[in-house]
């Protein structure tokens, strides 16, 4: 029995508590903290598998990019929090009162009246625990401390949660709840500040469209499979790179073609007798202190980058000559780089 004395509706005949004989009401009709958790653990062992589900779907190969576009927006943070909310709010708003959890363990969400609860105050509820979290769970930490076992999401929505056999006359009588003892209050202090590690738990968990998108990137780069679009501009860049090699050989060559003639070094590359057959994509420097080369790159995607041609040593063998060169880039990429040139 949920209270010793009682009266009967004329109509339907349900018992009714008289709000005189409060004093004989029962005074534990409100779920505790340690049911209320227990509830919160099998709930959340229902909901979890299913944003697990979706979190595994970033990890899936051959999507376009509409789809791809699509799970990023499945699991933003924004998405699961309306996941989570639309679970509880739904199950609570509708005529069971409670969640699975809430209703394996025999608990159930009413107003202060007692009555269900309507679509807006099931979902105001579910906002307001997000507040109660917010503030390092001491919302949720007022349900071992206060006298009707409300937390701070249930004071702002106007709900209870209490045993599925209560009737609203007994709500609406406001009986308290026994004083909780001391030992209980402090565990339920730690379990709720232990409760804070969950939010970052959730974060790595979960990660965001950027995050997700970075990842999948790179993954899809080490695999070899990037996306073509990189792909063609890699490619392009890698033929501007050839060009500027090409072209870099044939002006140094056409100084050393000029040395061995006039047995001193050209001021110019016209000089020696060298014309730039590509002045649209490529631009060169003949430097003479330097005796070096240098090919610039007039294009995207490598606009601005240079491959350069330096002698080293030249040494006499004979009527002949031997000049040592080598090839070095400032500003292009190492990987990128042909065979025989290497970055400054």
Not at 150 to 166: M, P
């Amino acid at each position: 029995m949920i209270y010793s004395e009682a009266r009967f509706c004329s109509e339907c005949g349900a018992a009714h508590a008289r709000a005189e004989d409060a004093s004989v009401v029962r005074r534990d009709i409100y779920a505790s903290i340690w049911r209320r958790g227990g509830a919160a653990l099998i709930d959340m062992l229902i909901s979890t598998p299913l944003l697990l589900l979706l979190n595994s779907v970033a990890y899936l190969r051959g999507h376009g990019a509409f789809v791809d576009v699509g799970i990023l927006i499945l699991l933003s943070r924004w998405t699961q929090m309306l996941i989570s909310t639309s679970y509880y709010a739904l199950f609570e708003g509708s005529a069971m009162r409670a969640t699975p959890g809430k209703y394996l363990l025999g608990l159930a969400v009413v107003d202060n009246n007692g009555d269900r609860l309507t679509w807006g105050q099931a979902f105001g509820r579910e906002f307001a625990k997000w507040l109660s979290c917010l503030i390092l769970m001491i919302g949720i930490f007022m349900i071992a401390v206060t006298r009707r076992r409300q937390g701070l999401h249930d004071k702002l929505a106007g709900t209870r949660v209490v045993y599925r056999e209560v009737e609203p006359p007994l709500v609406m009588a406001d009986p308290v709840a026994p004083r909780p003892n001391v030992l209980s209050v402090i565990a339920a202090f730690c379990l709720t500040v232990g409760l804070l590690a969950l939010p970052v738990f959730g974060a790595l968990l979960i990660a965001s469209p950027g995050r997700i998108l970075g990842q999948y990137q790179r993954e899809q780069q080490q695999s070899g499979h990037s996306n073509p679009h990189a792909q063609q501009v890699v490619a392009k860049a890698r033929d501007q790179i050839y060009n500027l090699k090409i072209e870099s050989a044939q002006a140094i060559e056409s100084v050393f073609d000029y040395v061995d003639a006039h047995y001193r070094w050209p001021d110019t590359l016209a000089e020696a007798g060298f014309h730039n057959g590509k002045p649209e994509t490529t631009r060169l420097v003949y430097d003479a202190d330097l005796k070096q080369v240098t090919a610039f790159a007039r294009a995207a995607p490598l606009q601005g980058g240079s491959l350069q041609r330096r002698v080293t040593s030249t040494t006499i063998a004979g009527a002949t000559r031997n000049y040592d060169t080598v090839c070095v880039s400032p500003n292009i990429p190492p990987k990128l780089l042909p065979h025989g040139c290497k970055p400054r």
